[in-house]
């Protein structure tokens, strides 16, 4: 066995199952329950397991905590880990119309506690790797984000009530883009931890739109004003910069997203 392959925790899961097929015969399924003595002939280590806001705190500690002593010690056996933290705006405090590396972090959410303990907990454990905050996923099952909220209210012609129309939006993120990145992206030399979204150039409005269009949907979208606390744009100046990451281009994830559910 070479060094190309990519172990996946939460083969499972959307993203997790997404990542294995993307990866085909170079996946391999890593058990965090499983004791690996001989060293994993793995060159990187995807880790997507996560509970999220919706489950309990019980739920949060044990899959964001408790497992991440085994991930660390699968993580060495590997050469980068590539931790996911999904949900990531719910990372930032306060101004989240542009989520920031350097903005505070929020830390009266359990989930984001657990999520930048982790982080920390690597970074000092000397893993080399990336935290990749990302925003929205534009799965096919998830129905709790506000992109797959809204086009579920779309394609059912209710009203959609929405702040921040005119500002660049960029809050979401296709699987294929996080394949992509973990493919192409050199091995670590540290630990980095990174925002990864679609690029920034479409406004709200315009997404709305081209939402609406492509769904024939009848909904009104009514502004309901500027509201600082809204998800708005994830800034990947650093991912794009430092790390070579290609963001897609807005409209065609939206548009491929929507083909694929529909």
Request: glycine share 4%.
């Amino acid at each position: 066995m070479d060094k190309n392959y990519i172990g996946i925790t939460g083969a499972r899961g959307e993203l997790g199952s997404f990542l294995s097929t993307f990866f085909s015969n170079r996946a391999i399924n890593v058990d965090l329950n499983k004791d690996y003595e001989a060293e994993l002939k793995i060159q990187k280590l995807v880790h997507t397991i996560a509970k999220h806001p919706i489950h309990d705190a019980r739920d949060i500690l044990q899959s964001n905590l408790t497992l991440l002593d085994s991930l660390l010690e699968i993580a060495r056996k590997t050469e980068s880990l590539y931790f996911i933290s999904s949900r990531a705006i719910d990372l930032y405090f306060g101004n989240r119309t542009n989520a920031r590396l350097d903005n505070k972090e929020n830390n009266e959410n359990l989930y984001v506690l657990s999520k930048v303990f982790a982080e920390i907990f690597f970074e000092k454990s000397n893993i080399k790797g990336f935290s990749l905050r990302i925003p929205a996923l534009l799965e096919l099952r998830n129905k709790r984000n506000f992109m797959s909220i809204t086009l579920e209210k779309m394609w059912e012609h209710k009203d959609i009530y929405v702040h921040n129309q005119d500002q660049v939006f960029n809050s979401f993120i296709s699987p294929k883009d996080i394949a992509r990145f973990i493919n192409e992206s050199a091995i670590a030399t540290g630990w980095h931890n990174i925002n990864l979204a679609c690029k920034p150039t479409m406004t709200l409005r315009e997404i709305l739109y081209l939402m609406k269009e492509s769904t024939k949907s009848k909904s009104k979208i009514i502004e309901i004003g500027c509201n600082q606390l809204s998800v708005g744009m994830v800034n990947i100046t650093e991912a794009v910069d430092q790390f070579g990451f290609r963001p897609s281009n807005p409209e065609s994830c939206i548009l491929e997203w929507i083909s694929a559910l529909d």
